[in-house]
């Protein structure tokens, strides 16, 4: 009895200690035939305590991450900037905070979030967007953050006349557009001359010269975003060379920047097939490897950087946090039509819309694994649009109406993205850390839903 109590005693150990293990998700299940945990909290127990649809977070995976890419920057002067957008959850902005992250903002709302979460965060925020109203400046303005990434000339026109009402300098930096083509979904691809993000960098240096005869403004940087879910390191070397160019140029002219923001977007394999077993026990040589990815992209953005001394921003959202998250859900139904097999769950497309807008995979596995073989299946949750699916023609194991499934890497514009459609209330939230949940956002009630309204 006492040695099974060490022996397990020292497995729960190993998983909390390895739980945020950087070449796997932290869902896993502790013995053959359990419940999928994250960390030592069974989902089981989550569903039972709070519902379903839940999103499920590990704040220790979202920490492991982060320290990745501080790790990896360490040489230089570096501030990793979430991209408050991929989840703004307060509390995951707090852990992110404590964890020494900036933020990347893209709108007032945001600000708002961040200064709500980490009062002394105003300082590590950039502010990003190509429509920001004067409004949401002057709120920027008064909260001191620390650039402004400025999409248009228009815009940093107006940035100067709220600067000068205000009577604060304005740190900038221009947001160009490099024309890099990044290989993603066009939905997510923004580094190409003809789309709405960004300046072209041949206009660029015209612009700062102009800008060097306001006082109310302050050339502070220069950045770059090309897009989201991109899987190799080559663009991002490829637009940093080109913005590091840049600001050879301009420190000829006597324009000093002080900093280049490389933007966020490095992504994360979505069909890496889910290995239930213990982290500790997995091989990250056999399969994806966070560690590995991240090393591969401070290379190539240190490679581009060269000589370049000053400070270095990055701005990832989705690496930090998606597989770090699964949305569980209950499976109400499961019925034929004609030659189809549907499961029909709890959750739907206004709790997880990736998949109908991007057509974007996630894994979907059973919290406990029931025997049987594995069926073809579409996985749809209950609103009335075709669009309304999980997975089209997936190889599922059995599942049953009161089984629990967890859709995964459900962590970055999951909960973000969601809406109220077909007067839906929004899931609730829980993030584990070292072991113990807790509930930080509760399920939202029609009452909320109604509330703003009137007769
Ligand atoms: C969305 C966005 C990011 C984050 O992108 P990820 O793919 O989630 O890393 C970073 N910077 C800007 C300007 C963005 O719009």
Same mark, same amino acid.
């Given at each position: ?12 150990m190993?998983v909390?200690?390895?739980s ?30 709070f ?22 920057l ?11 957008k ?11 905070d ?5 933020f ?44 402004f ?5 228009? $815009?940093? =026109? @107006?940035?100067?006349?709220?600067? #000068?009402? !205000?009577?604060?300098?304005? /740190? %900038? ?10 290989d ?14 960004g ?5 660029a ?22 897009g989201?879910q ?5 663009p ?60 591969e992209?401070?290379?190539?953005? $240190?490679? =581009? @950087?060269?000589?370049?001394?000053? #400070?270095? !921003?990055?701005?990832?959202? /989705? %690496?930090?946090?998606?597989?770090a998250?699964?949305l ?88 973000a993205?969601?809406s109220?459609?077909n ?15 807790r ?11 109604? =509330?703003?309204?009137?007769?």
């Amino acid at each position: 009895m006492l040695y099974a109590q060490i022996s397990i005693g020292r497995f729960w150990m190993r998983v909390v200690r390895e739980s945020a293990n950087s070449s796997s998700r932290p869902f896993f299940s502790p013995a053959r035939g359990a419940a999928l945990h994250c960390g030592r909290v069974s989902l089981e127990s989550l569903a039972r305590r709070f519902s379903t649809p839940l999103y499920v977070y590990s704040g220790d995976a979202i920490m492991e991450r982060l320290r990745l890419f501080q790790r990896a920057l360490s040489g230089r002067k570096a501030l990793v900037c979430y991209a408050v957008k991929a989840n703004s959850a307060l509390a995951i902005l707090k852990l992110l905070d404590r964890g020494g992250a900036g933020f990347d903002i893209v709108s007032g709302g945001e600000l708002e979030r961040v200064l709500a979460a980490a009062p002394g965060a105003a300082g590590r925020a950039v502010f990003s967007g190509v429509g920001k109203t004067a409004a949401e400046i002057d709120l920027a303005l008064k909260a001191g953050i620390l650039e402004f990434n400025v999409e248009s000339e228009a $815009e940093l =026109a @107006l940035l100067a006349r709220r600067a #000068r009402k !205000l009577k604060v300098r304005a /740190r %900038f930096a221009l947001r160009v557009n490099p024309d890099v083509f990044a290989d993603t979904h066009p939905y997510i691809s923004t580094g190409l001359r003809e789309h709405k993000f960004g300046i072209d960098i041949r206009r660029a240096p015209a612009i700062y010269r102009k800008a060097a005869a306001n006082g109310w403004l302050e050339a502070h940087g220069v950045s770059v975003h090309i897009g989201s879910q991109i899987r190799s390191a080559d663009p991002f070397g490829a637009a940093i060379e080109r913005v590091t160019k840049l600001v050879r140029q301009l420190r000829r002219e006597g324009i000093a920047l002080q900093v280049i923001d490389a933007g966020g977007g490095l992504g994360i394999d979505y069909h890496a097939e889910f290995d239930p077993g213990a982290p500790a026990a997995r091989s990250s040589a056999a399969g994806w490897d966070a560690a590995a990815k991240v090393q591969e992209y401070a290379a190539a953005v $240190e490679k =581009a @950087l060269g000589d370049f001394e000053g #400070r270095l !921003l990055i701005e990832p959202g /989705r %690496f930090l946090v998606a597989q770090a998250g699964a949305l569980l859900a209950r499976v109400l139904y499961v019925k034929r039509n004609g030659k189809k097999t549907f499961v029909i769950t709890d959750a739907a497309m206004n709790d997880l819309i990736r998949p109908a807008l991007y057509q974007a995979h996630h894994e979907i596995v059973p919290v406990r694994r029931r025997a049987g073989r594995a069926r073809v299946v579409d996985v749809v949750g209950p609103v009335c649009e075709s669009g309304d699916f999980f997975a089209r023609d997936r190889k599922l194991v059995p599942v049953a109406p009161g089984d629990l499934v967890a859709l995964l890497d459900a962590g970055a514009y999951g909960m973000a993205q969601s809406s109220n459609y077909n007067t839906r209330p929004r899931a609730a939230e829980v993030l584990v850390e070292g072991g113990k949940a807790r509930l930080i956002r509760r399920r939202e009630t029609t009452a909320d839903l109604l =509330a703003p309204e009137t007769i």
